[in-house]
């Protein structure tokens, strides 16, 4: 890189700092306080990031490279965006207002070029090294060989190496071979409440070491290394390495006149080293000294110009919290600000005139020459860099159902079919599994499919003609992705591969399996790739006190209500294998779909923006309904209900369930049905979507759209009045008992509120009162329930 070049990236980092820090001050100390709380923005945090990020976007990166940004770092990245005409004055004015930019770096709510959404530490982390996977796995198929290989970058801060979920990643990515990723760890050596322990590094180091990754330390800035070559020097260099954390921060904050002072007092009179010092004026001894490496744009840039391989690689850039401005090394300055007489001061300092402050080349000497710099610079030639893929047509998707069968294997047999099939929907499959492919079902798909690898690796009992149900082998043409007992992992591949079609224009059809109950292990992970509009299906499975041997601990109950409240994903739990095939072909379609945000005035739910899949499935085999001769079940189970048994006219009781104890409601039916045969039984195949298509509803009748209902309003709308529900469902009992308030029926609900334990099914289901006696019991005690409505002291169960 020549001088030229180097001079205009100290510019741009010089005009990123100023961005980033009066974006934040207007925030904080100019626009109007409505709520009389401060705005935040980590002022600090991104002054470390400034140098890296420079060097990063305006020297390293290449289009096909795809970046996650420290979440503190975002106002760097929406400066940068600014600079490139890529983000709006009106939007940067309303930094953390409405319709502003965001926080942190988000794809669906930003405008300008976010690659990863970032925000939850950690997480942005490890979606890189997963990314890094699914490009592999795209770049090995036929269908995916022109694919240009980026690489997946993030930029981490060091605190957050204390979470546990990049360490999974770490070992997930050596397992697979893991390429073109780096990580550029901003070591400021200070977190939210303090400085960072001493010796963590040299630690941390020795496990990217183990997990084959290089490590670079880019420890000394371009002024220090020649402070070094001077007489005495060295003295200075072994001064640097050997000074505590916390105290080159506090003599930092404290300025050149405590450096020197301090620096004297330690070194003595040593001639050489002393002339060194006194060679230099306060200001520039306090310039040498916070000169590391991650804070000069030169070292940076020539760093990241000497990687010539794919092997991923973790830089250790060193750097100063809050580099460049007054509150520069404080402990307190995670989340603090400069304030108002601090900015007015470092404004005169960085030669910002006033009314020029939102100019993004303020102060500028040499302002044609950085615009033609800036017009070549590679990252930004191409434009914005969202990709899309065409829409995979879906097959029709249909399974036996003339015997028992469970939701599990169902799901398994539909996918073998897939497998044997020659559709592009099928090629486009990548499934995954958190070491559990086997118990849910994933098997026969594996056995067809293969596994990924981008080196083919045999499968040794095949070799050695060992019966075996599982033909473990591994090939660039597989489709399945092994990972370990990590279910963090498996969302961020999830994830990843959800963003296939963005990211390289590749779409990808993933789906996951995993133990439902060990969904929440996976929570964050869940919600960061929902956030982020990934495209996938997650089933979980087995699920409920329903996989009654393995105990309390394998027993899911909170996951209905998972799905139900998690944005950005359609909730499903079906019963019988008709539905669920109803629901998958469905499923493929809705991954796919990004289209307008209007609803459907039919559901009111917005089903062409698209999103994701849950199914929770169970391993109970259910004898199955005989072949449907309408249609009502189909449209129905993709809505969210239909109705098994009609009500009649005179009704006074709806038994409504979801899921796996379907046959225990048709059984209470039929005991009760003698005695009241007008009874209703309504199969829920989703109280998610129901619920989604209710409030939206009401919303727009909020609006003025008197005529507007629902689906479950008009399922229950024509019930009488005096009609009970009795809902039941193997898991928390809330899921459905909002079924009562859409048209204020009285409702009884069934289900699992407490851990369970090992036993049959029967067992369990009588212990939980989800079984057809106790259903029955509640019917024939509603006369008890009317007079409770009268006298609240009547118990409804004695």
């Known amino acids: 890189m020549t001088r030229s070049q180097h001079q205009h990236l100290k510019t741009i980092e010089q005009r990123l700092l100023w961005l980033s820090h009066w974006m934040i001050h207007h925030a904080n ?109 795209v770049k090995a198929k036929e269908w995916g060989a022109d694919l240009r290989l980026g690489r997946m970058i993030a930029l981490v801060g060091d605190a957050e190496l204390d979470e546990g979920n990049i360490y999974e990643t770490l070992q997930e990515g050596w397992k697979n071979e893991l390429r073109n990723t780096w990580w550029i760890i901003d070591y400021n050596r200070q977190s ?24 670079v330390r ?23 390495d050997r000074c505590p954390n ?29 002339s060194l010092i006194e060679r230099r004026s306060d200001a520039e001894l306090a310039a040498l000294m916070e000169n590391l490496g991650g804070n000069c744009v030169t070292t940076m840039a020539d760093i990241f110009a000497a990687i010539d391989h794919d092997r991923p690689t973790c830089f250790l850039a060193y750097t100063i919290k809050g580099w460049g401005t007054p509150i520069a090394g404080h402990k307190d300055n995670h989340g603090g600000l400069m304030t108002t007489k601090q900015f007015a001061e470092w404004q005169t300092h960085m030669g910002i005139a006033p009314g020029e402050e939102w100019e993004p080349l303020a102060g500028v000497a040499d302002k044609a020459g950085l615009r033609t710099f800036l017009a070549e610079v590679p990252f930004f030639a191409s434009g914005p860099r969202r990709h899309m893929d065409s829409r995979l047509a879906v097959p029709g998707i249909e399974v036996d159902s003339t015997r028992e069968i469970s939701t599990q294997a169902a799901f398994g047999k539909i996918l073998d079919d897939l497998a044997k099939g020659a559709s592009t929907l099928a090629e486009r499959i990548l499934t995954t599994s958190p070491d559990v492919t086997g118990t849910t079902s994933l098997g026969p798909w594996v056995n067809r499919r293969k596994l990924f690898a981008r080196d083919a690796r045999a499968d040794a009992f095949i070799e050695h003609r060992i019966p075996s149900t599982a033909k473990w082998e591994f090939t660039p043409r597989g489709q399945h992705v092994e990972l370990g007992i990590a279910e963090m992992n498996l969302f961020l591949l999830l994830g ?30 869940l919600n960061y790739a929902c956030y982020q509009d990934a495209r996938f299906m997650i089933v979980g499975t087995p699920s409920g006190v329903t996989l009654a041997p393995e105990g309390g601990a394998h027993q899911s109950i909170g996951t209905p209500l998972i799905g139900m409240s998690q944005d950005g994903i359609a909730a499903f739990e079906p019963a019988f294998a008709d539905e669920l095939a109803v629901i998958m072909e469905w499923a493929f379609h809705y991954m796919q779909r990004d289209g307008e945000n209007d609803p459907d005035e039919r559901t009111w739910l917005r089903d062409e923006t698209g999103g994701s899949v849950y199914l929770r499935l169970s391993t109970k085999p259910l004898e ?119 048209a204020g029926h009285r409702t009884i609900p069934h289900g699992v509120e407490h851990f369970g334990q090992t036993g049959t099914i029967a067992d369990l289901y009588r212990h939980f009162r989800i079984d057809r006696n106790s259903i029955a019991a509640s019917v024939n005690e509603l006369t008890v329930g009317k007079r409770a409505r009268l006298d609240p002291l009547v118990p409804l169960y004695p």
Not at 227 to 232: I, L, N, R, Y
Not at 259 to 269: P, Q, T, V, Y
Not at 510 to 515: A, D, H, K, M, Q
């Open 192 to 215: 939210l409440d303090g400085i960072v322990r001493e010796g963590l590094f040299s630690r941390i180091e020795k496990i990217f070491d183990a997990f084959g990754w290089d490590v």
């Open 624 to 742: 199955q309904p005989l072949k449907r001769v309408d249609d009502d079940y189909r449209q129905g189970a993709i809505d969210g209900a239909y109705w098994l048994r009609k009500p009649g006219p005179n009704c006074t009781v709806v038994i409504a369930y979801q899921g796996a104890v379907a046959d225990e409601a048709i059984a209470a039916a039929g005991m009760i049905g003698e005695t009241r045969r007008d009874i209703g039984v309504l199969a829920v195949t989703s109280a998610d979507r129901l619920n989604a298509g209710w409030t939206a509803a009401q919303r727009e009748r909020a609006r003025g759209n008197r005529n507007a209902r629902s689906h479950v309003e008009n399922l229950l709308l024509p019930l009488p009045g005096d009609c009970a529900l009795v809902t039941v469902i193997d898991g928390h009992p809330a899921t459905l008992a909002w079924l009562g308030a859409v």
């Open 29 to 137: 100390h100019i626009r109007p306080k409505v709520d009389g709380i401060k705005t935040g923005g980590h002022q600090a945090s991104s002054a470390s990031m400034v140098s890296i990020m420079t060097a990063l976007y305006f020297s390293a990166l290449r289009p096909e490279d795809r970046v996650a940004v420290k979440p503190h770092a975002s106002p760097i990245f929406h400066a940068i965006q600014y600079l490139m005409g890529n983000q709006s004055r009106e939007k940067m004015e309303n930094f953390r207002g409405y319709g502003g930019v965001q926080s942190y770096p988000s794809r669906t709510k930003d405008i300008d070029d976010v690659d990863f959404s970032t925000g939850s530490v950690g997480l942005g982390v490890g979606i890189t090294a997963l990314a890094s996977i699914v490009q592999d796995f």
């Open 496 to 525: 990843a591969a959800g963003l296939s079609h963005s990211l390289f224009g590749k779409r990808l059809i993933p789906i996951g399996t995993v133990y439902d109950p060990f969904v929440c292990r996976g929570l964050d992970a």
């Open 246 to 274: 916390q105290e080159y921060a506090a003599l930092t904050f404290m300025g050149g006149a405590v450096w020197r002072r301090h620096l004297m007092d330690d070194l003595g009179d040593q001639g050489d080293v002393s």
């Open 218 to 240: 880019i420890k000394y800035g371009a002024l220090q290394r020649a402070a070094f070559e001077e007489p005495g020097g060295d003295k200075l260099r072994d001064w640097i």
